[in-house]
């Protein structure tokens, strides 16, 4: 389990909650992925893959990038 909150001036904007759900194979596993965006009352939730030798500034950065490309706006 892993846990990063994102604060601005202190005031705490979204948090991101990372839980390994099931290992693939030796060293790959799938993560639930859960970001809550304070001020909307927003959560995402959603899954990713990483392999544990990358390190865990790999998977949030692989979560970020997540949450960025899922918020965008749909265009019309």
């Known amino acids: ?3 990063v909150e994102i604060k601005v001036n ?3 904007i979204g948090h991101l ?3 390994n759900e099931a290992t693939i194979d ?5 993560y639930v992925v859960e970001y809550a965006i304070i001020g909307e009352g927003k959560v995402m939730t959603g899954h990713l893959l990483h392999r544990r ?7 949030v950065k ?3 990038q997540w949450i960025v490309n899922k918020s965008k706006p749909v265009k019309e």
Do not use: Q
């Open 26 to 30: 030796a060293d790959l596993c799938r």
């Open 53 to 59: 030798d990358d390190g865990a500034e790999v998977l």
């Open 62 to 64: 692989k979560a970020f």
């Open 1 to 3: 389990m892993m846990s």
């Open 10 to 12: 202190g005031a705490l």
């Open 17 to 19: 909650y990372l839980h």
